[in-house]
């Protein structure tokens, strides 16, 4: 396997409804059906959708969903979902809302007439390590939940609380305005501090395209998906890379600055296995969550980091 394809497998969770695509619901999910089928289908994960959203989704997702597991790879679609605030009593409700989602998809007859998805995975925002203990009482053990980190704050005490709760964090790392993106400082301290208490983490917002760059559009300097994802896997490996390097990977412009060789990748001085990436995605820099699909795989061939496009399989 080539290491961009290690790198990035399974990583990318498709945010189609959101800003800036804000695609309806009809459009996200015939998307997602289609990436799927396409041979780009080992960089998706998820299809996120708010749970307010489910009444839409189950309508509009009928016509695409896999209706039986008797086809090998004909799996459930996975699904990440947004419930309301870790401080707000809703996301009780909300949760017994996933309960009762996933117990009508796992029902033979209702899955043959409708098909099949599974959420197994929430994502939510904290601001105290209380709200974060109390949310999680109410979580099943077949669901990780994801607790945004507030933009700008001290993330330690929030994801010391996470690490022995067995929950992920999240940071947003981009947005619509250039206030909503967060310094390179910022998400380097995250990253440390995530490693430091071994709590895997996810992004969200601004990572369409592979290296840091200008978005003119917002008007503002963008991270890129391999330099967080380069970053997380390599601060795994090593626990003592300063905020300092981890800083100056997450502003590097020039992806040739990034190797990908036929053992696993590198970073100036600094290199990693096939092994060491495999194990770091899983245990780790868990992936990133992006309203477009098409942009990062277009941008890594335009690099020469993945073969030409193939058509999408019937």
Known sequence: MHAVRLLLDSVLDYAGLFPPAKLDMRTTVANFARYRRSNDAWMLSRLIVPVTQFPEFVQEADPHLPKTADVEGDEPWPMSVLVANASD??????????????????DREFSRAHGRARIDTIETKA???????????????????????????DPRGLITTMASLDAGAKIRTGGLTPEAHPTPEFVARFLKVCRAAEVPFKAT???????????????????????????????????????????????EEDA????????????????????????????FAHGFGSCSFDEPLADLRALGLLPANEE???
């Open 205 to 251: 917002a601004g990572l369409h395209h592979p290296c840091r760059h200008m978005a003119t559009d917002v008007g503002c300097m963008q991270f890129g998906f391999l330099n967080v994802f380069i970053a997380g896997c390599l601060l795994w490996q090593d626990d003592t890379m300063s905020e300092t390097e981890i800083e100056a990977l997450l502003v």
């Open 127 to 153: 601001a105290t390590a209380h709200e974060i203990d109390r949310a999680l009482e109410y979580v099943p053990d077949d669901i990780f939940a994801y607790f945004e980190v507030p933009a700008g704050s």
């Open 256 to 283: 040739r600055q990034f190797e990908f060789g036929p053992h696993g990748l590198a970073w100036r001085r600094r290199a990693l296995k096939f092994d060491e990436i495999a194990e770091a995605r899983e245990r």
């Open 89 to 106: 009593r809703q996301i009780v409700a909300d949760l017994e809302r996933i309960e009762r989602f996933n117990e009508r998809m796992e």
């Open 312 to 314: 999408v399989a019937s």
